[in-house]
Each structure stands twice: as structure tokens, then as C-alpha cells.
């Protein structure tokens, strides 16, 4: 996109600058796209890890109490 002092300069061609807008938009919902991808398997991994603590957390309690 041109900088102000270039569209004082030389006026503002609508058509190119709508192209730009709009390329720009997709490549940000391209990588919004791709960000929620790795929240959620983030999410899923974070969800698996306390599932594991917390069957490790009552496997040690069993195990502290036949001491």
C-alpha cells in the first residue's frame, strides 16, 4: 500500500489499493485459520496432560496408602 505523502502526491488508485486490502485480508484469515489449528491441538495436548496428572496424582495416592 502507498504511504500518504505518495497518495497527496499522486492521488489514490481505488481498484489497485481495494486489491491490496483484499490480499491482505486473506493471507490474516489464511493465518487466522492456521492459529486456531494449533490452539486447538494445543488445547487437546493441555487436556491429555492433565488427564495423565491426574491419573498419576490417584496412582500415587494409592500407592502412598499402603504404606
Known amino acids: 500500500l502507498k ?6 502526491a ?3 488508485d481505488v481498484p489497485e489499493t481495494m ?3 483484499t490480499m ?3 493471507e490474516l484469515w489464511l493465518d487466522m485459520i492456521d ?8 488445547q487437546d495436548e493441555n487436556t491429555d496432560l492433565k488427564d ?3 491419573s498419576l496424582s490417584i496412582r ?8
Open 3 to 8: 504511504s500518504g505523502n505518495d497518495i497527496i
Open 10 to 12: 499522486n492521488g489514490l
Open 19 to 21: 486489491k491490496g486490502l
Open 24 to 26: 491482505n485480508v486473506e
Open 35 to 42: 492459529l486456531h489449528k494449533s490452539n486447538k491441538k494445543l
Open 52 to 54: 495423565q496428572i491426574k
Open 60 to 67: 500415587i495416592g494409592k500407592l502412598e496408602g499402603k504404606k
